[in-house]
């Protein structure tokens, strides 16, 4: 997506050669204009492929999965990020890595918020080494619904995440894959 790589090479700031910092348009300050292009590019990539429900993770995938949602006027579900296990019988979790802070957390489902058999999209911020996708797709198996697809901001396509996802069988769409960065440059995979 030609306009989001565009923003990335503007305002993007690689922190090193891992981790991207895009808190001017993403994670802090939001450009809300970009994220509904964002929501649309989605929208038009799964409109035929039968979704039924659209989920994110807690904070910074909910801008771009509430763009895609309602262009596909589709309900959205936010996992949570809780510091601990929670026992309830309603209650699904699993455990993650987090890529950016090296720490663990317990990624939340409400079982009442995915009810069997729905046909799932999952829209995140980043992908990374796909931690957080393997979660999501943990909990939602674990409910009884299918992880169809997984759509993607910004893929970092040198840690590995995208390889994951597909032996998942997921149908992964990233729109902007990193070929490789550091602090002064980034590149992009040709299309
Ligand atoms: P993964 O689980 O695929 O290793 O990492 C994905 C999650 O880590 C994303 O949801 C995102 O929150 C965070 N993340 C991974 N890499 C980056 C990065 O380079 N920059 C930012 N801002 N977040 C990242």
Do not use: W
Not at 39 to 44: C, P, V, Y
Not at 78 to 103: A, M, N, P, W, Y
């Amino acid at each position: 997506m030609e306009l989001l790589k565009q923003k990335i090479l503007s305002a993007g700031r690689p922190k090193n050669n891992n981790v991207l910092l895009v808190d001017s348009f993403i994670n802090h300050q939001v450009d809300i204009e970009l994220m509904q292009a964002i929501g649309q590019e989605f929208a038009h990539y799964y409109a035929e492929k039968g979704i039924t429900r659209i989920v994110t993770v807690e904070s910074s995938g909910i801008a771009p999965a509430a763009m895609t949602a309602l262009a596909l006027k589709l309900p959205l579900v936010i996992l949570k990020k809780q510091s601990s296990r929670i026992l309830d019988e309603d209650i699904l979790q699993t455990t993650v890595h987090s890529f950016t802070k090296g720490t663990k957390y317990e990624l939340t489902l409400k079982h009442e918020f995915m009810p069997k058999g729905e046909r799932v999209l999952l829209i995140d911020d980043f992908l990374a080494s796909g931690d957080a996708a393997v979660g999501v797709h943990t909990l939602i198996t674990q409910a009884g619904a299918q992880l169809y697809g997984i759509g993607i901001v910004i893929e970092k396509a040198f840690q590995g995440g995208h390889e994951r996802l597909q032996a998942m069988g997921c149908d992964v769409y990233s729109l902007a894959r990193i070929r490789s960065m550091n602090e002064n440059q980034i590149e992009f995979m040709d299309e």
